[in-house]
T-cell receptor, first 111, second 117 residues
Framework: GQQLNQSPQSMFIQEGEDVSMNCTSS?????WLWYKQEPGEGPVLLIA?????ELTSNGRLTAQFGITRKDSFLNISASRPSDVGIYFC???????????FGTGTRLKVLA | ETGVTQTPRHLVMGMTNKKSLKCEQH?????MYWYKQSAKKPLELMFV???????ENNSVPSRFSPECPNSSHLFLHLHTLQPEDSALYLC????????????????FGPGTRLLVL
């Protein structure tokens, strides 16, 4: 079946540092989504990407749809304690109608 | 209310109980989804409803029974669950075209944290 690898699994960083995480797939995707989930809540959409090479920002967050259409990354600049949570990637494989989710990157920011 | 809402937010039930989870979307979408989220595992798609018709049952045990009375409401009826069914159950909605292809992203509700004793 479809595989979606997300890394790193967890990160502990100092406040103010930049963060980078990525997702890779074994097949081509048409859409990449990045979500953040805080404890006790559902995932909240951060950024949606629809075209290969697309680079999109949302405040301090920047995400890119890889040229090969098999990967995507999310960067967070100047991290804050409020960035703590689990970040999920989700992709829509070409030719399918079901999103596949990564296992998440757990981010902890030390003040 | 805006977005996707779910009730209850927390539920504890015995293995012989019958309970129902409710989801309501206020986004005008025509597709709704149930996902199961267990610790350290990717989100697992359970059911998909497009235009109120069930289009996907991802090999979910019959002790989970979905119901979609209209495009804004989705239920998950629970009966004789097992302890391993304890998880966060997430509802999502999106807009799809006539063939079921997503036209935009999925929006999630806050989830129901279920504990089966």
């Amino acid at each position: 079946g479809q595989q979606l690898n997300q890394s790193p699994q967890s990160m502990f960083i100092q406040e103010g540092e930049d963060v980078s995480m990525n997702c890779t797939s074994s097949s081509i995707f048409n859409t990449w989504l990045w979500y953040k989930q805080e404890p006790g809540e559902g995932p909240v959409l951060l950024i949606a990407l629809y075209k290969a090479g697309e680079l999109t920002s949302n405040g301090r967050l920047t995400a890119q749809f890889g040229i090969t259409r098999k990967d995507s990354f999310l960067n967070i600049s100047a991290s804050r304690p409020s960035d703590v949570g689990i970040y999920f990637c989700a992709g829509l494989p070409s030719g399918t109608y079901k999103y596949i989710f990564g296992t998440g990157t757990r981010l902890k920011v030390l003040a | 209310e805006t977005g996707v809402t779910q009730t209850p937010r927390h539920l504890v039930m015995g293995m012989t109980n019958k309970k129902s989870l409710k989801c309501e979307q206020h986004l005008g979408h025509n597709a709704m989804y149930w996902y199961k989220q267990s610790a350290k595992k990717p989100l697992e798609l359970m059911f998909v409803y497009n235009f109120k018709e069930q289009t996907e049952n991802n090999s979910v045990p019959s002790r989970f029974s979905p119901e979609c009375p209209n495009s804004s409401h989705l239920f998950l009826h629970l009966h004789t669950l097992q302890p391993e069914d304890s998880a966060l159950y997430l509802c999502a909605s999106s807009q799809v075209d006539g063939s079921g292809a997503p036209q935009e992203t999925q929006y999630f509700g806050p989830g129901t944290r279920l504990l089966v004793l």
